[in-house]
């Protein structure tokens, strides 16, 4: 059984900045991809931003030069760090690991 634990969400004025952070534990796997995906109330999930286990980085043309994407091969933890925040980027993001996916946290830019 494969869990990924999500944590750093929360609300932020426009402009700030947050942290994501994904761990994955259980079954020994190799998480060749990881990455974030998004879902605002309404919309389809879309894709945030990706990164295989040899370090190649996919971004939605909305995030880049915002949002950065990394990992620790050793951990099996993916972060995003999100600067620059609009209101448009709330929604609810999810982690993924190959096929897994996170339960989601709430992202919300407010002032």
């Known amino acids: 059984q494969v869990q990924l634990v999500e944590s750093g969400g929360g609300l932020v004025q426009p402009g700030g900045s947050l942290r994501l952070s994904c761990a994955a534990s259980?079954?020994?796997?190799?998480?060749?991809?990881m990455g974030w995906y998004r879902q605002a109330p309404g919309k389809l999930r879309e894709l945030v931003a990706t990164?295989?286990?040899?370090?190649?980085?996919v971004y939605a043309d909305s995030v880049k030069g915002r949002f950065t994407i990394s990992r620790d091969n050793r951990k099996n933890t993916v972060y995003l760090q999100m600067n620059s925040l609009e209101p448009e980027d709330t929604a609810v993001y999810y982690c993924?690991?190959?096929?897994?996916w996170g339960q989601g946290t709430q992202v919300t830019v407010s002032s």
């Open positions: 990164i295989t286990i040899n370090g190649k980085i």
């Open positions: 993924m690991a190959n096929v897994y």
């Open positions: 259980g079954s020994p796997f190799n998480t060749i991809v």
